[in-house]
């Protein structure tokens, strides 16, 4: 009988160190830090820690699914140049035996107290235009000036000489869609629509399509777009850029553009001169240049002298608007225009 009693006992606290042992090995993670609730800048490091229990064989934490951050006793510094402007995200995975235990997320925002620089434009010569094309994009590839123009009915891509305006080749597209910005990569060039989520492909050199891409599911509208290295930066007339991979048209990252004061809305057509990105900005006389890392606006660009020279521009200021960006590495000036203007204007910015 003592025996069974001893035995039962035994069983039972044999339960018992299971199941505290059970415990003691469930893997748990959470953020002590960063905090949703506080707020950070971007002109220093944020500092990481996380609470880790159940001794997992490894944990790694990933910033914005592009930055690797390297912890040490379960704590980090977030470099400043690492991190957005806007929403933030940490993604925390432990594992154990080679497998993904557990994830957990950490959401944060960072402001900037930046103050945008002044920069001016200086004009250097204008180039015929024509008030007929109601531009969307501007971009040179080998010495040429490529546009495409918007309005159903009216939209088309455009190839002028560089020197004098003359249009060299133009291509219309269905009439069903809104054209708005494009670009080059592998010589072959992107054109977006508005509202369609669709763009269409076409070989730089004869203006023949190629192909078509869809990008409708991550935005409702497509306004500008450029080049940056292997990436393509979309505009849709928000505060954000949304950077896609040109081959799968995935989704990669998005930047929220922000200064000291505000986010920038209505953000429009983007041009990238390898250092910063360019956009006009919807309805006003400014172009901002943007941080391209960060979304961090650096300087804002008074063209308020193009615009007075413009007729159309001046009585039909809700419409015939500054669009249009275009870089010249070889000159290092930008070409700038507007809806339905009669000139193009090549300027040096000045700093």
Known sequence: MEFRIIGK???????LFCCSCGVSDKIEIAFESPKATEQYFDDAPISVK?????????????????????????????????????????VAKAYKEGKDSIKKYALFEVKTKTVPQKWQ??????????????????????????????????????????QNGKVLQTKKIDNHYFGEGATIWNNHIYYITWTSGQGFVFDADTFEQTG????????????????????????????????????????????????????????????YDGTYIYANVWLTNKIVAINPKSGAVVAVIDCTNLV??????????????LNGIAYNPQTKTFYLTGKNWEHIYEVEILK
């Open 308 to 321: 007075n020279l413009e007729e159309n521009a001046r009585y039909n200021p809700e419409s015939d608007v």
């Open 50 to 90: 996380l609470e880790v229990s159940g001794q997992p064989d490894s944990v790694v934490l990933v910033l914005n699914k592009e930055h690797r951050v390297f912890l040490q006793n379960n704590q980090a510094n977030i470099p400043a140049e690492n991190l957005l402007l806007g929403e933030n995200i940490l």
């Open 212 to 271: 078509t891409f869809q990008y409708g599911k991550y935005t409702e509208e497509g306004w500008g777009l450029t080049t940056i290295g292997s990436q393509f930066a979309m505009s849709n007339g928000t505060d954000k850029i949304l950077f896609f991979n040109p081959q799968t048209m995935q989704l990669t990252k998005e930047l929220s553009v922000n200064s000291n004061e505000a986010k920038w809305q209505s953000l429009n057509e983007l041009e």
């Open 121 to 162: 434009v200086k004009i250097l010569r204008k180039i015929q235009h024509g008030k007929d094309a109601f531009t969307q994009g501007l971009f040179i590839h080998n010495g040429k000036l490529y546009e495409t123009t918007g309005e159903r009915g009216y939209s088309r891509l455009l190839c002028r000489d560089l």
């Open 9 to 15: 006992l035994f069983g039972f606290f044999l339960v």
